[in-house]
């Protein structure tokens, strides 16, 4: 086993002891017993007598439970942040029953984390370290004033220090969960006490989770981005190598500073961009120092698209590569518009000369008119075709990118862009490399061969020997022979539906290029399931709106969801602060034989939405994250409400009717049955559920999951018995059967005959 899964292994164990660690001292602290003497240290904690020591015990179990993914990745703050909660966690366990089993936990993960410190180096993202500080040390400073003033003018008895004396040290003592010297006597005491505590976990832990989020690779900065610009310069010859210099990369420098490699993080995982770049001499030196960076932060290295040249390289280094598609690459030396390949192309561009398009060189710099033009092309391409811009290995459209290269373009007659593409600087290469290449929906058909053709003439003319069309993904990969084969099979066929490969691939063939094969170049197979994902994952743009605009496409995504979840959690908050409210919610809207009778129909739509129970219930929480949000992506927006109301009737007016039915008959216990209101969203609950399970595949999958439903229904039936789970399956069969005849109609109609 190499060093660095030895190493890797032995931080995910450090990090599964914190979090046995933090486990156990949140149950212990939970269990909330009486501490009658001091632990095994002897040490005499004031808050062990009265029972305090389970707010340390609190406050440890959430720090370690919270740092110990971060653990798992080396990362140095998390590593800090476990130790403290070790060192709290071990004198804070008193020896009977299960305080010993945390006594051990605490010793057994303190030596662990001592033993193994060196292994827990990754840096902190120093923007992330600073605002993790601020909000501590301004959160904690604003409980701290809610605390004094909420004490002092508390109604206690302070000691005979006084009582703004009093307030500030009782404040300091909440603020590290620790009890007060007075105890509250009235119940705003008590909520006050408890809302001060509640307080400084939340800042404690949202200032935490900054301190210990993921380590992003440090930005570059300009005097690196210079040093970088002078090496592609003198050395750069790859069809990539100027996105070496797109904002969304860092760099590692050979010790020499004569070569770097080019890298982004993604999660846990850092993409280096092709191969590295530099003096002959120090390639290899700067791809080992980018794998002892990637060890020391505890990612996953990977070398995404690397040439042959690079890969032989590489290899020598001890790295295993994966074929990810092809380079198309077109010979301008040999590539001409005769012959009879060419009739269709040739036909293309005389009907885009007729209709007065030209193609342009855009004077640099581009003034604003033209680059309103070409936002303008690229906004109606974006929207037209389902585009969406990306990075790492493509630029994006930004006025400032453009005017840091060639820009050449097609115009109408009336000078009005039609289509443009970007040419890059090929530094030493005799191969250049063109990036953005879009056109208006509206424009002649063959606009972009017009500007293909236009490119070719003007680098041919320029001295190159070649084009890169740039990679077509996944093509030229291996038959399906291993487990990575079939893995990048999978891939092929998703993005066969997403990025559609095989048009990409036939469009840049139509143009005769050579294929030259790109690899992934990983440490082990191990990681090439992380490196594969990190890889599909670099080139999306982090979503540029803020929280509110993210929160506002959620409402529009899920406006049913949003309506549910509003009604329902106001309604668990009411009653959980008053459970006499419970009370008058079941009888003014719940569903009984009675009410229905009365003529109070209205309550088959109020009932399901009153909870059965006060307070938070863990099968309204369950609906509201996961059984609504799931059946409006399924089922859509419009069909939710109706089939939740639709299955919460099915299952709840037959079961009413019963009771009814049962009364007259005598039945011992109907008639109180029938009289008493009931309420719930369970039925409808199981409704949608059977609504989404019909949504999967027709055959096995859907079988499978529609029985299972009914399987575990059928058993409580018969297991427990209650009303409510004979109403849960017949909201389920009632769903079921009319989505099997709604489908059973449509088949009919679609048949031929």
């Given at each position: 086993m190499?060093?660095?899964?030895?190493?890797?292994?032995?931080?995910?164990?450090?990090?599964g002891l914190v979090?046995?660690?933090g486990g156990?001292?949140?149950?212990?602290?939970?269990?909330?017993?009486p501490v009658?003497r001091a632990?095994?240290f002897a040490?005499?904690?004031p808050?062990s007598?009265?029972?305090?020591?389970r707010y340390?015990?609190?406050?440890a179990g959430?720090?370690?439970?919270l740092v110990?993914?971060?653990l798992s990745?080396?990362r140095r703050?998390?590593?800090?942040?476990?130790l403290v909660?070790?060192?709290?966690?071990?004198?804070?366990?008193?020896l009977?029953?299960?305080d010993?089993?945390?006594?051990?936990v605490?010793a057994?993960a303190l030596?662990a984390?001592?033993?193994a410190?060196r292994l827990?180096?990754?840096r902190a993202?120093?923007?992330?370290?600073?605002?993790g500080?601020g909000v501590?040390v301004?959160?904690?400073?604003?409980v701290l004033?809610?605390?004094?003033?909420?004490?002092?003018?508390?109604?206690l008895?302070p000691p005979e220090?006084?009582?703004?004396?009093?307030?500030v040290r009782?404040?300091?003592?909440?603020?590290f969960?620790?009890?007060t010297?007075a105890a509250?006597t009235t119940h705003?005491g008590?909520?006050?006490?408890?809302s001060v505590?509640?307080a400084?976990?939340?800042?404690?832990i949202?200032?935490?989770?900054r301190l210990v989020?993921a380590?992003?690779g440090?930005?570059?900065q300009h005097r690196?981005?210079d040093?970088?610009?002078r090496?592609l310069d003198?050395w750069?010859?790859?069809s990539?190598a100027?996105f070496?210099?797109l904002p969304d990369?860092?760099?590692?420098?050979?010790?020499d500073?004569?070569?770097f490699?080019?890298?982004?993080v993604?999660?846990?995982?850092?993409?280096?961009?092709a191969?590295?770049v530099g003096?002959?001499?120090s390639?290899r030196q700067?791809a080992?120092?980018?794998?002892?960076?990637?060890?020391?932060?505890?990612?996953t290295?990977?070398?995404?698209q690397v040439?042959?040249?690079?890969?032989?390289e590489?290899a020598?280094?001890?790295?295993k590569?994966?074929t990810?598609?092809?380079?198309?690459?077109?010979d301008?030396?040999t590539?001409?518009?005769?012959g009879?390949?060419?009739k269709?192309l040739?036909?293309?561009l005389?009907?885009c000369?007729r209709?007065?398009?030209?193609?342009?060189?855009?004077a640099?710099?581009i003034?604003?008119?033209?680059?309103?033009?070409?936002?303008?092309v690229s906004?109606?391409?974006l929207?037209?075709?389902?585009h969406?811009e990306?990075?790492f290995?493509?630029?994006?459209?930004?006025p400032a990118?453009l005017?840091?290269?060639?820009v050449?373009?097609?115009?109408?007659?009336?000078g009005?862009?039609?289509a443009?593409?970007n040419?890059l600087?090929?530094?030493?290469s005799t191969?250049?490399?063109f990036d953005l290449?879009r056109?208006?929906?509206d424009?002649?058909?063959?606009t972009?061969?017009l500007?293909?053709?236009?490119m070719v003439?003007?680098?041919r003319?320029a001295?190159?020997?070649?084009m890169?069309?740039?990679l077509?993904p996944?093509?030229?990969t291996?038959?399906?022979?291993?487990?990575?084969?079939?893995a990048l099979r999978?891939?092929?066929d998703?993005?066969e539906?997403?990025f559609h490969f095989?048009?990409l691939?036939a469009?840049?063939a139509k143009?005769?290029?050579?294929?030259?094969?790109?690899?992934?170049?990983?440490?082990?197979?191990?990681?090439l399931?992380r490196a594969?994902?990190?890889v599909a994952?670099?080139?999306?743009l982090v979503?540029?709106r803020?929280?509110?605009?993210?929160?506002?496409?959620?409402l529009?995504?899920?406006?049913v969801?949003?309506?549910?979840a509003?009604?329902?959690?106001?309604l668990?908050?009411?009653?959980a602060?008053?459970v006499?409210?419970?009370g008058?919610?079941?009888a003014r809207?719940?569903?009984?034989?009675?009410?229905?009778?009365a003529?109070r129909v209205?309550?088959?739509?109020t009932?399901?939405?009153?909870?059965?129970e006060?307070?938070?219930l863990?099968?309204n929480?369950?609906l509201?994250?996961?059984v609504l949000?799931?059946?409006?992506?399924r089922?859509g927006s419009?069909?939710?409400?109706?089939?939740?109301f639709l299955g919460?009737?099915?299952g709840?007016?037959?079961?009413?009717?019963?009771a009814?039915l049962a009364?007259?008959a005598g039945?011992a216990?109907?008639?109180?049955?029938?009289s008493v209101p009931?309420?719930g969203?369970?039925a409808?609950s199981v409704?949608?559920?059977a609504?989404?399970?019909?949504t999967?595949?027709?055959?096995w999958?859907?079988r499978?999951?529609?029985?299972g439903?009914?399987?575990?229904?059928?058993?409580?039936?018969?297991?427990?018995g209650h009303?409510?789970?004979?109403q849960?399956l017949?909201?389920?069969?009632?769903?079921l059967?009319?989505?099997?005849?709604?489908?059973t109609r449509?088949?009919?109609?679609t048949r031929p005959?």
């Amino acid at each position: 086993m190499s060093t660095d899964r030895v190493e890797g292994w032995v931080r995910r164990v450090v990090a599964g002891l914190v979090l046995l660690l933090g486990g156990v001292d949140l149950a212990l602290a939970a269990a909330g017993r009486p501490v009658p003497r001091a632990g095994l240290f002897a040490v005499a904690y004031p808050v062990s007598v009265v029972g305090g020591a389970r707010y340390l015990l609190l406050a440890a179990g959430l720090t370690a439970v919270l740092v110990s993914r971060g653990l798992s990745h080396g990362r140095r703050p998390a590593w800090w942040a476990a130790l403290v909660a070790a060192g709290v966690s071990l004198p804070g366990h008193h020896l009977r029953g299960g305080d010993l089993v945390g006594m051990l936990v605490a010793a057994l993960a303190l030596a662990a984390l001592v033993g193994a410190a060196r292994l827990f180096a990754a840096r902190a993202d120093p923007v992330l370290l600073r605002r993790g500080v601020g909000v501590l040390v301004a959160g904690e400073l604003a409980v701290l004033g809610y605390a004094v003033v909420g004490l002092y003018w508390l109604h206690l008895e302070p000691p005979e220090t006084g009582r703004a004396a009093w307030a500030v040290r009782d404040a300091l003592r909440l603020l590290f969960l620790l009890p007060t010297e007075a105890a509250p006597t009235t119940h705003h005491g008590h909520w006050f006490v408890g809302s001060v505590r509640v307080a400084a976990l939340v800042v404690a832990i949202v200032g935490l989770s900054r301190l210990v989020a993921a380590v992003l690779g440090e930005p570059g900065q300009h005097r690196d981005r210079d040093r970088v610009r002078r090496l592609l310069d003198a050395w750069a010859t790859d069809s990539l190598a100027y996105f070496h210099l797109l904002p969304d990369k860092n760099w590692v420098f050979s010790a020499d500073g004569d070569a770097f490699v080019g890298y982004a993080v993604v999660g846990t995982a850092a993409v280096a961009l092709a191969g590295p770049v530099g003096a002959p001499g120090s390639r290899r030196q700067a791809a080992a120092e980018f794998h002892r960076m990637c060890v020391r932060n505890g990612w996953t290295p990977v070398f995404h698209q690397v040439d042959e040249a690079d890969r032989v390289e590489l290899a020598a280094a001890g790295w295993k590569f994966l074929t990810i598609g092809e380079e198309a690459v077109l010979d301008l030396t040999t590539w001409t518009l005769d012959g009879r390949p060419r009739k269709g192309l040739r036909s293309a561009l005389r009907r885009c000369e007729r209709a007065g398009y030209r193609v342009v060189d855009l004077a640099q710099p581009i003034d604003e008119s033209t680059m309103e033009q070409l936002a303008a092309v690229s906004d109606s391409w974006l929207a037209a075709g389902g585009h969406r811009e990306r990075r790492f290995t493509v630029g994006r459209f930004d006025p400032a990118y453009l005017r840091d290269t060639r820009v050449v373009a097609v115009c109408d007659a009336a000078g009005t862009v039609q289509a443009f593409a970007n040419i890059l600087p090929a530094f030493q290469s005799t191969v250049a490399t063109f990036d953005l290449m879009r056109r208006r929906p509206d424009s002649v058909n063959g606009t972009m061969d017009l500007l293909f053709v236009g490119m070719v003439d003007r680098l041919r003319a320029a001295g190159f020997t070649g084009m890169s069309l740039g990679l077509a993904p996944l093509s030229g990969t291996a038959e399906p022979t291993g487990v990575a084969d079939r893995a990048l099979r999978l891939l092929h066929d998703y993005g066969e539906r997403v990025f559609h490969f095989a048009g990409l691939r036939a469009f840049k063939a139509k143009w005769s290029p050579r294929w030259v094969p790109r690899y992934l170049a990983y440490r082990s197979e191990a990681d090439l399931v992380r490196a594969a994902s990190a890889v599909a994952r670099v080139g999306e743009l982090v979503d540029p709106r803020g929280p509110l605009g993210r929160a506002v496409a959620l409402l529009r995504r899920f406006p049913v969801t949003a309506a549910f979840a509003a009604v329902e959690l106001w309604l668990m908050v009411v009653t959980a602060l008053d459970v006499r409210v419970q009370g008058a919610l079941l009888a003014r809207f719940g569903v009984s034989w009675h009410a229905l009778a009365a003529g109070r129909v209205w309550v088959l739509v109020t009932s399901p939405l009153v909870p059965a129970e006060p307070g938070l219930l863990w099968s309204n929480l369950v609906l509201l994250l996961v059984v609504l949000p799931l059946a409006e992506w399924r089922v859509g927006s419009r069909a939710v409400p109706v089939v939740f109301f639709l299955g919460d009737w099915a299952g709840t007016l037959p079961t009413v009717l019963c009771a009814h039915l049962a009364a007259l008959a005598g039945v011992a216990g109907a008639a109180e049955l029938a009289s008493v209101p009931t309420a719930g969203s369970s039925a409808g609950s199981v409704a949608l559920a059977a609504a989404v399970l019909w949504t999967l595949p027709a055959g096995w999958p859907r079988r499978v999951g529609v029985a299972g439903l009914l399987v575990v229904l059928l058993a409580r039936v018969l297991l427990a018995g209650h009303l409510f789970d004979v109403q849960h399956l017949v909201s389920a069969l009632a769903v079921l059967a009319a989505l099997a005849v709604r489908d059973t109609r449509a088949a009919r109609t679609t048949r031929p005959g």
